[in-house]
């Protein structure tokens, strides 16, 4: 067992393994491909509806400046008044909450596909463990998501640091400028910083994705024993296979030798093959095969025919080609007929005989 811990991880993961995986919602994703993807749904949005919603949100703010002077605000008024106000707001940005909504879930599907599963939600004694949670954070998991996080800062602040240094002189200008000028160059700057940051942390994006399929994969490997064990729940020990196969067809053989004695006659090589066939011309087509077998058990076919009193007949051509074509249960073929009928012929003329004699 000691061996067994410190087997090396070298085979690739069965399906069954991915799909315990999955069902534990352990699944290769990036969550920086989402949030880049948000992000990038987000200057979207804000390119196409931009204005419109500037324009909205600057009729609100107006009203509210404006007609706040003329209400008389009280207990009962002001939850009514602030609660429009927010309704206006939502009317807004909804559209824009919806649209990264949706963005958001068909990236998730695009990478992990739909999963219904509670196991991820089930309390675990672990989550809650203060040991297990300084556990992950200094794990090496924790570790490379810790240097993400920082380098994605550090992206973020250079470049803007450098839009905004760039864009000094507009900055500067707010002062002197109207605000719906105001707005428009804040669009304007907004879109330019958001571009620049979509193009850097999707290529961040891209890397963590195949970092994270690459450390998925890894994690999944199996050892050759875990692969044995698998095999093992999955079709059975091959020992207790190998067994039942054989209590199989020791079953199989003692119902076969059964049926010999109600066999017509044993066709055989004479040693080493025995065919016992039957023939009722009232209820079959054709002569049926119940027994066959050779050496061992083609000696135990022919000591059970003379012991039920079945008549063994040599014919080493027909006792070869019976063996060989025709299986147990079954039906000789056609090109057989004609040799079989005169075995057949044989047999039947004999019990004739000997029952005329008997009578006599």
């Known amino acids: 067992m000691a061996e067994e811990s410190f087997q090396e991880k070298t085979e690739q993961a069965t399906p069954k393994r991915r799909d315990d995986a999955r069902e534990k919602g352990q699944v290769a994703r990036s969550a920086e491909l989402s949030s880049v993807a948000i992000l990038a749904a987000g200057l979207l949005a804000l390119w196409g509806v931009g204005g419109w919603m500037m324009g909205g949100l600057q009729g609100v703010m107006v009203r509210t400046f404006t007609e706040g002077y003329a209400i008389n605000l009280d207990a009962i008024s002001a939850p009514a008044h602030m609660m429009s106000w927010i309704n206006d707001f ?149 020992m207790v296979r190998s067994r039942i196969r054989s209590l199989q067809r020791e079953m199989s053989q003692q119902r076969m030798m059964s049926d010999v004695g109600e066999a017509d006659v044993v066709v055989t090589n004479p040693t080493h093959v025995a065919i016992a066939l039957k023939y009722d011309t009232e209820s079959m087509n054709a002569p049926v095969v119940l027994a066959k077998g050779q050496r061992l058990v083609a000696q135990r076919i022919k000591e059970l025919a003379r012991q ?39 047999v039947f003329q004999l019990k004739r005989r000997q029952s005329t004699t008997a009578n006599v």
Not at 317 to 345: M, N, S, W, Y
């Open 90 to 238: 939502a009317l807004i940005v909804a559209p824009m909450m919806v649209f990264l909504f949706v963005v958001a879930t068909l990236v998730n599907v695009a990478q992990v596909g739909i999963i219904f599963t509670g196991k991820p939600l089930m309390p675990k004694a672990d989550r809650i463990s203060p040991f297990s949670g300084l556990k992950r954070i200094f794990s090496k998991k924790g570790l490379v998501e810790l240097a993400k996080g920082l380098f994605k800062v550090f992206v973020v602040g250079v470049v803007t640091y450098l839009t905004m240094t760039s864009e000094a002189d507009g900055v500067l200008a707010y002062m002197h400028m109207e605000v719906t000028q105001i707005f428009g160059f804040s669009s304007d700057l907004i879109l330019t910083l958001g571009v620049r940051l979509v193009l850097l942390l999707l290529l961040m994006a891209i890397l963590d994705y195949a970092f994270q399929r690459f450390d998925y994969e890894q994690n999944l490997r199996m050892t050759k024993q875990e692969v044995k064990e698998e095999l093992k729940q999955q079709e059975g020990d091959p």
């Open 308 to 346: 039920a009193g079945v008549p063994l007949v040599e014919n080493k051509p027909l006792a070869r080609a019976l063996f060989k074509a025709v299986q147990i249960g079954e039906q000789i073929p056609e090109e057989l007929f004609r040799a079989t009928a005169e075995v057949l012929a044989f």
